[in-house]
């Protein structure tokens, strides 16, 4: 999940984009980011599914997307899947792929953790009670339990009125940043631009930025780069169009 602003920009261009307005650049950097971090990875789509497990099942063409979608969207579903189709597969052939069908489960179980998301988390816990897949019904009660908890906080805690903020998000790098808030993918900021996200819950919460997948020459691979923070949000005023601001660069 940049290093280059644009410090002249003349002309504003306003998109509708989640409920969200985009903008360009007129100003530094009010919340600098220091939690850029450079990683080289492996695109899910380039992994060649059917020959690691020695299978010719078609079904597999289509998991290194759904995996890259799951991880670009933060769709926790998407990922369980994916998670689902390895699972037969494994079981099929005996054999495991360089990403595991358990892999993706605790990393679908992370992300909707992650977000508090009861559906998510239901869904999480149905994959480790089967014992085709997860075998863990211990694990799969945790989640139960969660599920339910995140369900009655989330009517707690986020609503309308003086429950929400809206965020402002400057991308200040040279590469488009997919922007997540608790987990959940808002949209995409433009290099130069900002974006401001509405209707955002107070309290604790976690900020994601990640970039597309890039070659790198120095490193001989594909690598992306990611921005993350935790801010607990409470009753900000700091612009005539939101409340808070959190900037990448």
């Known amino acids: 999940m940049k290093s280059f602003l644009r410090t002249t920009i003349w002309v504003v ?13 007129k100003k530094e950097p009010r919340e600098e980011n220091k939690n850029a971090i450079v990683e080289t990875v492996t695109p899910p789509r380039t992994i060649d599914f059917q020959a690691q497990l020695g299978s010719d099942s078609y079904v597999l063409d289509e998991v290194g997307e759904m995996i890259d979608d799951g991880r670009t ?3 926790a579903r998407s990922l369980l899947g994916a ?12 054999k495991k792929a360089s990403i595991t069908a358990m892999d993706l489960l605790e990393e679908a179980t992370i992300l909707a953790q992650i977000q508090n998301n009861p559906e998510a988390l239901k869904a999480c816990a149905d994959v480790w009670s089967s014992e085709a897949m997860g075998a863990n019904n211990d694990k799969a009660a ?5 599920a339910t908890d995140a369900k009655e906080e989330i009517a707690a805690t986020r609503g309308s009125g003086e429950k929400v903020v809206d965020i402002r998000v ?11 808030i608790d987990g959940e993918y808002q949209g995409y900021v433009d290099p130069g631009y900002y974006i401001i996200f509405t ?11 990640q970039t ?11 690598t ?4 993350e923070d935790e801010f607990d949000l409470q009753s900000y005023d700091l612009t005539d169009e939101a409340d808070f601001v959190w900037s990448v660069y």
């Not at 998670?83 to 005996?94: I, Y």
């Not at 597309?212 to 594909?222: L, P, Q």
């Not at 992306?224 to 921005?227: A, D, I, P, V």
């Open 13 to 25: 261009t306003i998109a509708t984009l989640f409920g969200s307005f985009a903008h360009a650049q």
């Open 73 to 75: 969207y933060a769709d």
């Open 83 to 94: 998670a689902m189709v390895l699972f037969m597969e494994e079981n099929a052939t005996g």
């Open 142 to 146: 945790e989640l139960a339990a969660m």
């Open 170 to 180: 400057e991308n200040y790098s040279e590469r488009t940043v997919y922007i997540y």
């Open 199 to 209: 209707n955002i819950g107070l309290g604790l919460t976690t900020f994601y930025g």
């Open 212 to 222: 597309d997948y890039y070659w790198s020459d120095a490193k001989g691979d594909y």
């Open 224 to 227: 992306f780069t990611y921005y």
